[in-house]
Structures are given as structure tokens and as C-alpha cells.
């Protein structure tokens, strides 16, 4: 096949890629970049000040405790057989009820039942037909953790209950941004914790933002207490790497990661550049093989004319013997 075939073949599917790069470029993928639909209005995002007085670390916000936006419920039930696992968030001292229920048609009759945190034995302190209660009094944070109920008969059947201080809802993926950019990340829970703090990971440990970066480099931001933004302005390499929000709540800190990857405008370019370089080495290659094959045809050419004047030569000293 002609060498200016497989060279418009070549370009057209140059171009065609060049076409889809650049209008990839333009739709980013929105869990990909450094503001999604809750992240863009900036405006309307004002500045927290300090309640009661100004805080010494810029990279922390406090406000006065608060508890859950809606009310706590004070007991929860895990019925068995089912689910045998429920997560409790517990942000401030209180009592809560813990119960393990069996189901009304469970083949589990007259079970034996205990209750432990970890490994200490706790008493259960009320108990019905087929459903027993424990009541935890949360005072410190050493009274969180799991709590399970053991009911045995015939088999063992369990349930535990996860009491911790609430999550935070950050990111699970990387915040992408360009050398230039300004890079956002945003924490919100359920609840109202008395501070907010920012850090970023620095070698093995963390460090508070403020400690990493020059205050005009970064702000602070919220809607309320129980969200806090952190934005970075004029992104560079150097701000790539691990960040982290706390929440600071009567019983604990709780803690989201960001990951931030910082990229030059060139970044994107990479796998196009590739795309030419490997069209360009496959057109080299394909005009190398004609050039081979036509010389390869013309050097046959030769030996046959060679063989043919061979044969006649012979065919005329054999006509003179004779």
C-alpha cells in the first residue's frame, strides 16, 4: 500500500485525536477538580470569627459547643437475626440505651446473654421478653468504643454497637489543580464541634497549615459551624501533598484527608505528545519498508537480467562448438 495513503490515514487520525484532547480538556471530570457544585460560590461564603475571642492559631476556628442539628435518639436496637452491626456518632456527654432484640420468629429460644466492652463483662440493666438493655452514661472519651451482646443457645448470635465521635465528610478523591489555581476543600458534619483545624502532612507528621504556609497564601472559610473550607490561592508544586481537617468535638478530634495534586499546564498535553511521537516512529517505519522494498525489488531486478544475459552467453558458445 502506498506510503501517502497510510500518511493521510495517519494525519486524519492525528487530528482526530488532537480534536478529542482538546475538547476533553474543556468537561473536566467533576469529582476531579478543585470546586464541585457545592464548592463555586465564594461570595456568599463569609469569614467565622471567634466566639467570645479572637483564636491565637490562624489555622483554627473555634465556636461554642453545639450539639447534633436534629434531636439525638436515646436508644438504639439492633434485632436479631439481621444487621448485626450499627454506628452510633456521639459528639458531646450523654446517655444512651442499648439494645438487643430478637426477632419474633427466631428459632433462638431462652438465651444466655452478655454484654462486654472489649473484654469486660457489663451488666445489662433491663430486660423484656426477648429483648435485653444496657444503658451507657458517655462522660469522656474513654467511654466510647464497641459494645456487644452475646446471645447463646443452641448457637452464639452477636450484636455490637460502634460509638464514636461523628465523621467528617471530606473527599475520597484527589483534589486536581493547575500551577495558578486555587485549591479548595471543604469538611461538614452533622454536628457542631467546638473548633475547627487545618494541617498538612509534613514528612511523618502533621503540621498546622499555618506553620507550612504564609498567611496570604490561604483562607479559612465557613457557612457555619459545622462546615469549614480551607482554599489555597496561587497553587504551586510545592502545595501538592496530604491536608487534613479536625473537627474538635467535647469528646475527641475527628479527622478527614485530603489529597492534592498539583499539575503544570503541560500535564495534560503528555499523553498526546505520546499519541505523536508513536504516529511519528509508525510513519518513519512504514517509509523506511518502502524504501527497503523497492530497492530489495530493484536489486532483483538486476540478477534476473544478469541470469538472462548468463543463459544467452551460454546459448551462443554452444552454437559455435557446434
Request: aromatic share 8%; net charge negative.
Amino acid at each position: 500500500m502506498p506510503a501517502t495513503f497510510f500518511g493521510r490515514c495517519l494525519v486524519r487520525l492525528l487530528l482526530l485525536l488532537l480534536c478529542t484532547s482538546l475538547s476533553g480538556g474543556n468537561s473536566a471530570d467533576p469529582a476531579m477538580t478543585t470546586q464541585d457544585s457545592n464548592q463555586t460560590q465564594v461570595n456568599s461564603v463569609t469569614k467565622m470569627s471567634v466566639t467570645g475571642h479572637e483564636s491565637s492559631d490562624a489555622a483554627t476556628q473555634e465556636f461554642k459547643p453545639g450539639n447534633k442539628l436534629s434531636v439525638d435518639l436515646s436508644e438504639y436496637v439492633i434485632v436479631l437475626p439481621g444487621p448485626s452491626e450499627k454506628n452510633i456518632s456521639v459528639a458531646s456527654p450523654t446517655e444512651v440505651d442499648l439494645t438487643c432484640k430478637l426477632d419474633e420468629n427466631s428459632n433462638l429460644k431462652n438465651p444466655q446473654v452478655t454484654w462486654k466492652k472489649g473484654s469486660e463483662t457489663i451488666s445489662h440493666t433491663s430486660n423484656a421478653p426477648n429483648s435485653w438493655t444496657i444503658k451507657v452514661t458517655i462522660s469522656e472519651s474513654s467511654h466510647l468504643g464497641s459494645y456487644t451482646c452475646f446471645l447463646k443457645a443452641e448457637k452464639e448470635i452477636s450484636a455490637t454497637f460502634h460509638l464514636n465521635v461523628p465523621p467528617i465528610d471530606g473527599r475520597e478523591k484527589p483534589v486536581i489543580a493547575y500551577i495558578g489555581d486555587t485549591g479548595v476543600m471543604v469538611c461538614k458534619t452533622e454536628y457542631h464541634p467546638r473548633a475547627w483545624k487545618w494541617f498538612m502532612t509534613n514528612g511523618t507528621e502533621l503540621a498546622s497549615i499555618d506553620k507550612i504556609l504564609p498567611k496570604d497564601k490561604y483562607e479559612i472559610l465557613s457557612r457555619s459551624a459545622s462546615e469549614s473550607r480551607l482554599e489555597i490561592h496561587k497553587l504551586t508544586v510545592a502545595d501538592t501533598g496530604e491536608y487534613w481537617c479536625e473537627a474538635d468535638f467535647v469528646l475527641g478530634p475527628s479527622k478527614a484527608r485530603f489529597e492534592v495534586r498539583v499539575l503544570s499546564v503541560a500535564e495534560p498535553l503528555k499523553p498526546f505528545i505520546a499519541v505523536v511521537a508513536e504516529v511519528a516512529i509508525l510513519v518513519t517505519l512504514i517509509g523506511l519498508y518502502e524504501v527497503y522494498s523497492k530497492k530489495r525489488k530493484a536489486k532483483g531486478g538486476e540478477k534476473e537480467f544478469d541470469q538472462i544475459e548468463q543463459l544467452k552467453s551460454g546459448d551462443n558458445v554452444t552454437e559455435k562448438d557446434k
